[in-house]
């Protein structure tokens, strides 16, 4: 009896310093960088490159032939009636989808824009072996890559933390991260950036890939309440800080592009649809933006809560080629918003689970930059399962 509590007191300590020693290594970056800002604005000197929230991994880099290559995937919804034939034969195909795109593809990396999981249909003590199964293909094909989380992926049997935990444990080509605690708000732990380098030795990264959380969804266990469906105001300052701390180690922020990954569109994306010329702006419009279907828009009091980032993003992030999303699985055109002159993008429906018509087709966004200045244009398109490529534009200047 006494010896059955030690070894379970024993396992539950163990679990609980596994666990700490997880969230410590997610936000590694954090004390790292708090203390050379510290350094770097009492000396007033650069620090030369060491601002690394990867120092044990892979450096992410363009090819030799100065090209750079991204797959953008979106929506998955695994885990729909687990019960029945219906989900599990969707992971299936959903699964078949990353297995032909992934090598013919061939990306530098790939990113999974949101609602990984549906998880009002899973249960606690498995939710997040789902994870497992998203991850297999890109680790099987070597693909480095990170995600950002949706209203889906928090509900009452799971978190954007844990699907985040679970991702980092069970994949090594994960570069996965959640915020410093403090920032993202209720719910909003995913906020994080990647580094792009042009070549392995160099000291500065001359793109970087910012990934933001816009929560929703429930939060969970018992008298679960809704959590709010917008990028929370502490990250507009957190994008200040971050942008700051890059300054003093790699210098001026027109000398690095940026791109943003965001699962819920900014509220402002709504104005864009009257809008679409199908020349400029090709790509399903099958969704009518309205309530829900952007940041912010749930409910009409809402509105203006996803401003202090999407001010922020704007003004600190210099260079940013595009801002990406899902959610809305009937939308794939790209178009620039008329105040911040910022491009939007949505991305395109991958999983077989979540809503949707068959006619739609299932796929992914192909982005790649032709070269590694960070002034120039971003080709990108939509590229189905089955081999068709649609909706290809050009994110530069001369983009309307
Ligand atoms: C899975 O894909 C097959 C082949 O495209 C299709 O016939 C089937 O309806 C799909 N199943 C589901 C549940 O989406
Ligand atoms: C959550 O998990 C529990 C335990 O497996 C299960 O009984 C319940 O139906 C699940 N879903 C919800 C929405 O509570
Ligand atoms: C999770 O557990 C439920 C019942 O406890 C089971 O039906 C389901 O197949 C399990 N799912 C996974 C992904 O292991
Ligand atoms: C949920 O609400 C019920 C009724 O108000 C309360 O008795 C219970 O303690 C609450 N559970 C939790 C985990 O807060
Ligand atoms: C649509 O865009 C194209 C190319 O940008 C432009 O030439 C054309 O005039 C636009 N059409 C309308 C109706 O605005």
Redesign the pocket.
């Known amino acids: 009896m006494s010896n059955d509590s030690t070894a379970c007191s024993i396992h539950l300590m163990t679990v609980f310093m596994t666990t700490i020693f997880l969230l410590m290594q997610l936000v590694h970056a954090v004390p790292i960088t708090a203390a050379k800002h510290n350094q770097a604005s009492l000396s007033n000197i650069r620090t030369g490159g060491n601002l690394n929230p990867y120092p044990d991994m892979p450096r992410i880099t363009f090819r030799r032939d100065g090209t750079f290559k991204i797959t953008v995937f979106s929506d998955f919804h695994f ?1 729909e009636g ?2 029945t034939i219906w989900g599990p034969e969707q992971d299936a195909n959903s699964t078949r989808l990353m297995r032909i795109v992934l090598p013919e593809e061939n990306p530098d990396f790939a990113v999974i824009n949101g609602d990984l999981i549906t998880g009002e249909n ?2 606690r ?2 939710s997040t ?2 994870v497992d ?1 998203i991850v297999a293909p890109f680790d099987e094909f070597r693909v480095p890559f990170a995600s950002s989380h949706g209203n889906h992926d928090n509900q009452v049997n799971i978190t954007h933390l844990e699907e985040i935990i679970r991702e980092r444990q069970v994949s090594s080509f994960s570069y996965t991260r959640s915020a410093p605690p403090g920032v993202g708000g209720e719910g909003g732990p995913g906020n994080y950036w990647v580094p792009v380098y042009a070549n392995e030795e160099d000291h500065y990264p001359v793109l970087i890939l910012w990934f933001f959380d816009s929560r929703g969804g429930f939060s969970p266990g018992e008298n679960s309440t809704s959590v709010p469906d917008w990028v929370d105001s502490t990250v507009a300052e957190w994008i200040e800080s971050e942008s700051t701390l890059m300054e003093e180690d790699w210098g001026p922020a027109e000398s690095r592009g940026a791109l943003a990954f965001v699962h819920i569109p900014p509220r402002v994306v709504q104005s864009l649809q009257s809008t679409l010329n199908h020349t400029s702006n090709p790509g399903l419009n099958e969704d009518t933006l309205g309530r829900g279907s952007t940041q912010a828009s749930t409910q009409d009091s809402d509105a203006g809560k996803d401003e202090p980032f999407w001010n922020a993003l704007n003004k600190y992030v210099k260079n940013l080629h595009a801002v990406i999303s899902g959610h809305d699985h009937g939308n794939e055109w790209c178009s620039r918003e008329t105040d911040k002159k910022v491009i939007f993008c949505f991305n395109k429906h991958s999983g077989y689970g979540g809503y949707g018509e068959y006619s739609w087709g299932f796929g992914i966004r192909n982005l790649v930059f032709t070269s590694t200045d960070p002034k120039d244009g971003v080709d990108t398109w939509i590229r189905l399962d089955g081999g068709e490529t649609r909706a290809k534009v050009v994110l530069d200047d001369n983009y309307v």
Request: proline residues 10%; hydrophobic residues 20%.
């Open positions: 885990g687990p019960e899973t249960f003590e498995n072996k789902l199964q």
